[in-house]
T-cell receptor, first 108, second 120 residues
């Protein structure tokens, strides 16, 4: 079983829709959870960082962690064309593991 | 704040030559820097971890003699791809953190914009 699973997409949604991106993981040792956004030919940019179960909100972005189910999500409200990018989840403990990334397309 | 500058952004070189990639933290001291390789539609693959003033720690399967890493100061780490071959063509990305040891994995990472290496 892979340590982290992330659907690569692509995921296409109309502008203004709510986007849900998810990762599942198998190692309960992961205690820190991050979401990065990566535009084409650029380095990843940190969007959200959390270490506890529950929700963390920052503007249009909400990170959700369910440690019991080993499941993390990123929600994007009022999605914009500029949100089109690849979103990578990252899980950290004594090491850091990145998901493969989900390619998101917001259709104007 | 927390800007990481990576240079060059793109390089094309001939097979057998060496290429140096620089990673600089512009407004913070990077105790730990990481070097990744990313293939199309794939995740970031950690190649090595470098700490200022000490030898880099390489991940399993990464040739340390081929991918030379030097972390000479708290703001600069370099990756040199020696005797590059077409199979080394990839997107190389560095990241930096002010933390060290195990904490470096738990802290938010600040990434450079990557270097697209093409070996002909």
């Amino acid at each position: 079983q892979k340590e982290v699973e992330q659907d690569p997409g692509p995921l296409s949604v109309p502008e203004g829709a709510i986007v849900s991106l998810n990762c599942t993981y198998s190692n309960s040792a992961f205690q820190y959870f991050m979401w990065y956004r990566q535009y084409s030919r650029k380095g990843p940019e940190l969007l959200m960082y959390t270490y506890s179960s529950g929700n963390k909100e920052d503007g249009r972005f909400t990170a959700q962690v369910d440690k019991s189910s080993k499941y993390i999500s990123l929600f994007i409200r009022d999605s914009q064309p500029s949100d089109s990018a690849t979103y990578l989840c990252a899980l950290a403990g004594d090491k850091i593991i990145f998901g493969k990334g989900t390619r998101l397309h917001i259709l104007p | 704040g927390a800007v990481v500058s990576q240079h060059p952004s793109r390089v094309i070189c001939k097979s057998g030559t060496s290429v140096k990639i620089e990673c600089r933290s512009l407004d913070f001291q990077a105790t730990t820097m990481f070097w990744y390789r990313q293939f199309p539609k794939q995740s970031l693959m950690l190649m090595a971890t470098s700490n200022e003033g000490s030898k880099a720690t390489y991940e399993q399967g990464v040739e340390k003699d081929k991918f030379l890493i030097n972390h000479a100061s708290l703001t600069l780490s370099t990756l040199t791809v020696t005797s590059a071959h077409p199979e080394d063509s990839s997107f190389y990305i560095c990241s930096a953190t002010t933390s060290s040891g195990v904490s470096s994995y738990n802290s938010p990472l600040h990434f450079g914009n990557g270097t697209r290496l093409t070996v002909t």
